[in-house]
């Protein structure tokens, strides 16, 4: 059964036929560095290129034969002799498998990082677009989930875009690890093939051959992907969870899309739930596990087992699954989020003035109340209109000690919601 979160290019990356064609590209790639290098004959690779090409490795024959061999690269390589015919056997020549299993997935997941990093770039500027359309939308601001002080809805999307362009540099280093390839034979030591045969293998690839290779390629390379997968998930996560808590009924700041015709209960027609942050909620966990699973790759015995390689072939290809459709799902949530303005104001405004109290604070230091004093001056009518005593602007107001410290103005000015440098603040993040 494919996963409803299954991503149509991945499917075709992982699909059966593209593994094997990718298999073929590096046995070609090989073979053609041989032949440049005087070690085989030259029209061999001709031949195989023209003959493979014609008739492209067949899933089902491979299946067939690995029913007998027990191996798949070897029912791979039978099957291609069965296509080839004599010239098959230049194929193959000094490689061991994981030469070519390991350098056609380095293949398979450049590919596939474009799709993550394109669909990255997506929800970018969409959040770009949102936060810069919500600059100046007031809001509160929330820690331990309380009243902390004013801040506008565009900011905190802006924190979120911050977020993510750091996930995007994270993914673009650990992509860069995993561009290499290796064909240097059983436990890498180049008993039956040269160097230079790996790197012109490489460069026909467009891999950079790895510095040094047991019998496989080093398995930090990989993990080190799937956690930046994971921290991408954590960050989708982090955005979802934002969404959630402010789309509450006691909160009702923002919604997700709800489309014509959704339906959020089957019992209560008057639901409309937060499902898909929900959704992504829950599949950042996926991600987490699936690079926990990554890291237990790593070590391995001595110079190489597979014991790696059927959780490969589960968490590599489901992380990328899912965290392509996650970055979709959040670029479609981004883009269609119902943004209640009037209401952010409206909870604003229910601490009646209270978030004021930092900016007082700091302005009776400035005006020369000591530090314990001016706090308690504030707190003392901060806490009776918490009660509901008092009008918080109205006391701090007529309080006579603050009004021989403090001007109407910078009063005024201490209860002006909007954030000061707001408008530094989106110009340093490139966004005005």
């Known amino acids: 059964m494919i996963p409803r979160y299954s991503v149509p290019e991945i499917e075709r990356i992982f699909s059966d036929q593209a593994r094997f064609e990718t298999w073929l590209e590096v046995e070609l790639a090989a073979a053609e560095a041989m032949a440049e290098l005087g070690m085989i004959p030259a029209e061999v690779v001709e031949v195989c290129r023209a003959k493979t090409s014609e008739t492209p490795p067949d899933p089902e024959r491979i299946r067939e034969i690995e ?40 293949l398979q997941l450049s590919r596939s990082h474009k799709v993550v990093a394109a669909a990255l770039e997506e929800l970018l500027t969409t959040l770009a677009a949102r936060a810069v359309e919500h600059r100046d939308t007031l809001c509160v601001g929330r820690s331990h989930g309380i009243h902390a002080e004013p801040t506008t809805f565009g900011l905190k999307l802006l924190s979120l875009h911050a977020h993510l362009q750091r996930d995007r540099g994270r993914l673009e280093a650990a992509a860069a690890g995993l561009r290499v390839g290796q064909l240097s034979g059983a436990v890498g030591v180049y008993t039956n093939l040269e160097p230079r045969v790996e790197e012109r293998a490489c460069e026909l690839l467009g891999l950079a051959p790895a510095p040094v290779s047991t019998q496989i390629l080093q398995r930090d390379r990989h ?25 509450r009924t006691e909160v009702a700041e923002v919604r997700e899309p709800f489309t014509a015709g959704q339906k959020g209960s089957s019992a209560m027609p008057h639901k409309r739930n937060p499902i898909v942050t929900e959704r992504l909620t829950g599949m950042a966990r996926l991600l987490r596990t699936n690079a926990l699973a990554a890291l237990e790759n790593v070590a391995l015995w001595h110079e190489r087992d597979i014991s790696h390689s059927s959780v490969e072939r589960i968490i590599i290809p489901d992380s990328l699954h899912l965290a392509i459709y996650m970055l979709r799902k959040a670029t479609f949530v981004v883009g269609g989020l119902v943004v209640d303005a009037a209401r952010m104001r409206a909870n604003l405004e229910l601490s009646r003035g209270l978030l004021a109290s930092s900016a007082l604070l700091v302005e009776l230091i400035r005006a020369g109340a000591e530090r314990k004093r001016a706090y308690e001056l504030v707190q003392r009518h901060a806490l009776a209109a918490w009660e509901g005593e008092v009008d918080f602007r109205s006391a701090v107001e007529g309080d006579g000690e603050i009004a021989g410290l403090l001007d109407a103005a910078t009063i005024e000015k201490s209860f002006d919601p909007r954030p000061r440098y707001l408008d530094e603040t989106f110009k340093r993040a490139g966004l005005e």
């Open 67 to 106: 029913r007998t061999t027990r191996h798949d690269v070897i029912a791979f390589l039978e099957h291609l002799a069965e296509i080839i015919g004599p010239e098959a056997r230049w194929l193959h020549l000094g490689l061991t498998s994981s030469d070519v299993l390991d350098t056609a997935l380095a």
């Open 223 to 247: 993990a080190a992907y799937l956690q930046a997968l994971a921290l991408l998930g954590a960050g989708l996560e982090r955005l979802a969870v934002e969404i959630r808590h402010l789309q």
